[in-house]
């Protein structure tokens, strides 16, 4: 077992309960503010210290040498930079690597890299389990505890750091599909996107972020309007109300017709396209009426479309159709005129594959 420290940040100064002030939490304005009306610092102080933390990788205030000396032993005072372990990290045959790790509070949440050629991809989690219930889910057994913090998600993209230099690597694109839905957790993953996406720190490009949603309708109506222009994707499932909705439980709070309009009003950069991801259920979700009813679902919508089998896990119901009618499926969508890619399965033989994360 490796065990590595890695940045985590507890929400905001209030949270702590203790007047505790941590700055690696908060997006730059945000710790401008804070420094400026809490802590009597000129802004650009804030500047440097996220800086530090977020750029340099420096989570030890006694070592961020640009600040005084009196500064520094004051704000060791005042904030408080935490730290997470990572438990276990397991590595496939094929190079994926799957990093499950601890919260200050003792909860397991996991983050998964996944190289190919020139990209790294990097999955983040966003709540400990999920309560969104989806049937092929193995997170959604694990019911939900609650939410991550801006910090605890910036913070697995500091371990996926760490973990690719140690191979050479660098991660280039994140996306935010592991445990927990995204958009249930709105709030920190904003402040997430705009310490990620801030010049001052990793400065990510917003291409190289997709956001991915089981169909909270509210939170895509909110993401719309922050116009962060990253990438989005949404998992669909079913073109039908019906079978949608035993499937995927929030379809019943937004069903697949408002759902439906929030993507057809969703603020797209130029040539850029909606991923609709569909995990092929056999029986259930594979049909050739299917396909066509998909097609015909996403007609005038910039989409492009990602088919997954079923990774079934212990206790999953549904098992993935044959390859042969994986094909159908597919052929059927390129030929109405849809980008179509079936998605490699990997990191399945730990438990890192789509729908498979389970704090295992
Ligand atoms: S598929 Fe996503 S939204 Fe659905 S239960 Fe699993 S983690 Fe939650």
């Known amino acids: 077992m490796e065990e590595h420290e890695v940045l985590i940040m507890t929400e905001s100064l209030n949270e702590s309960g203790d007047g505790v002030f941590d700055p690696s939490a908060l997006p730059l304005e945000e710790l401008r503010t804070r420094c400026v009306s809490e802590l009597g610092l000129p802004k650009y102080r804030a500047d440097q210290i996220f800086a530090w933390i977020h750029r340099r990788g420096v989570t030890d205030i006694s070592k961020m040498t640009d600040l005084s000396k009196e500064l520094r032993e004051d704000l060791l005072q005042k904030a408080r930079i935490q730290t997470l372990k990572a438990e276990k990290i397991r590595k ?10 601890r919260t200050v509070d003792g909860h397991l949440v996991e983050t998964v890299i996944i190289p190919e050629g020139d990209k790294v991809t990097q999955c983040i989690s966003t709540q400990v389990g999920c309560r969104m219930g989806c049937g092929f889910c193995a997170t959604a057994q694990m019911g939900f505890t609650r939410n991550l913090t801006a910090g605890e998600i910036v913070g697995q993209v500091s371990l996926g750091r760490q973990l690719a230099e140690k191979t050479g690597q660098r991660i280039s694109n994140l996306v935010y599909m592991g445990m927990g839905e995204p958009l249930d957790n709105y709030e920190s993953v904003r402040d997430s996107l705009l310490i ?165």
Not at 94 to 100: E, F, I, L, S, W
Request: contains cysteine; hydrophobic residues 40%; positive net charge.
């Open 92 to 101: 496939t045959s094929d190079g994926v690597t799957k990093a499950t790790v």
């Open 196 to 360: 990620l996406l801030d010049p001052h720190g990793q400065d990510f490009s917003t291409r190289k972020i997709t956001v991915s949603t089981a169909g909270h309708v509210a939170g895509l109506q909110k993401l719309a309007e922050e116009s962060f222009q990253i990438n989005l994707a949404v998992s669909i499932n079913s073109p039908t109300q019906e079978v949608r909705a035993r499937l995927m439980p929030i379809a019943r709070r937004w069903p697949l017709s408002e759902l439906m309009q929030a993507l057809r009003i969703f603020p797209l950069q130029k040539r850029r396209r909606i991923t609709v991801e569909y995990v092929l259920l056999s029986g259930i979700n594979d049909s050739l009426e299917d396909a066509r009813n998909l097609a015909r679902l996403f007609r005038g919508i910039p989409s492009k479309i990602n088919l997954i089998r079923i990774n079934p896990f212990s206790g999953c119901p549904y098992m993935p159709p044959s390859m042969e009618e994986t094909e159908r499926f597919q052929d059927s969508l390129r030929r109405a005129g849809y980008t179509v890619f079936l998605r490699k399965s990997r990191g399945a033989e730990i438990q890192a594959g789509c729908g498979q994360l389970a704090s295992g």
